[in-house]
């Protein structure tokens, strides 16, 4: 017999797991540049703070993210893109998520690599996301508050 405490426990763990996809997702969003998929994973009025600024609703979120000189490329599904090689790798690492009801935080390490002129992979950025998401009516998780706080070198003196 299950007892009404271990479905609460059993509940929490499959919204952590919900919730750990939603942050995963967005990194391999951003190395496809699937821009659409990657809006999905917001609320409509999210705020993402990064540090040149707040950048409030999808609307702006995107135009932030899609700054980048990257063109939109087509998905690795796509026919004949099986081969394509990404240009990022983003990690999402030590999630650590909060549940309290609909609503959770969760706060994340992660590394970007990038390719150089050599195809050669070297880390580009590290830093942490601290996330604030809601449990949708449908019962989807999205973020509604993002801020990415990315890990500075040292001044030398």
């Known amino acids: 017999m299950v007892r009404a405490e271990d479905d609460l426990g059993q509940e929490l763990w499959l919204d952590k797991l919900a919730i750990r996809e939603v942050l995963e997702r967005f990194m391999r969003c951003d190395d496809d540049r699937a821009m659409d998929q990657m809006m999905e994973l917001f609320d409509e009025a999210a705020v993402f703070r990064a540090g040149d600024g707040e950048h409030v609703g999808r609307a702006a979120i995107r135009a932030f993210i899609s700054r980048s000189p990257r063109a939109d490329p087509p998905h690795w599904t796509a026919p004949g893109e099986l081969g394509r090689q990404p240009t990022t790798a983003h990690l999402c690492l030590n999630p650590l998520i909060e549940v309290d009801g609909d609503r959770a935080t969760a706060e994340s390490d992660f590394v ?35 801020a990415s706080v990315t890990l500075a070198p040292r001044a030398t003196s």
Request: overall charge positive; charged content about 35%; glycine content about 6%.
């Open 112 to 146: 970007v690599f990038m390719a150089d002129e050599s195809a050669r992979p070297s880390p580009a950025y590290v830093g942490r996301f601290r996330d604030r998401l809601r449990r949708t009516e449908s019962g989807h998780w999205v973020i509604t508050d993002r």
